[in-house]
Nanobody
Framework: QVQLVESGGGLVQDGGSLRLSCVAS????????MGWSRQGPGKERELVAS???????NYADFVKGRFTISRDNAKNTVYLQMNSLKPEDTAVYYC??????????????WGQGTQVTVSS
């Protein structure tokens, strides 16, 4: 009923920048929180950043001052601007959204992920 598609991942050098995008589509009535998580090699998935429908943001300590999350409610899109990337940021980045469908089902939906690789 709801699909999330990420884009913008790729290979960058240490200190470089990337901008990730995630578009939600389907039978959506409304979206509350949208966010980004990541999973590096041999590690558990961890929260990177989240943003509510009214713009309140939350960041993991390891990305504060480097990453910025934003959203366009009219487009059902969330962005993650990543600056000063480090090799330890290498991971698969997953978009998620808490959405209410037109059938009034509330669920957390996940994208398939996009690979971000930072070379040293």
């Amino acid at each position: 009923q709801v699909q999330l598609v990420e884009s913008g991942g790729g290979l960058v050098q240490d200190g470089g920048s990337l901008r990730l995008s995630c578009v939600a589509s389907g039978s959506i009535l409304s979206i509350s929180t949208m966010g980004w998580s990541r999973q590096g090699p041999g590690k558990e998935r961890e929260l990177v950043a989240s943003i509510t429908s009214v713009g309140s943001t939350n960041y993991a300590d390891f990305v504060k001052g480097r990453f910025t999350i934003s959203r366009d409610n009219a487009k059902n899109t969330v962005y993650l601007q990543m600056n000063s990337l480090k090799p330890e940021d290498t991971a698969v980045y997953y978009c998620n959204a808490v959405a209410i469908t037109t059938g009034f089902y509330r669920n957390t939906y996940w994208g398939q992920g996009t690979q971000v690789t930072v070379s040293s």
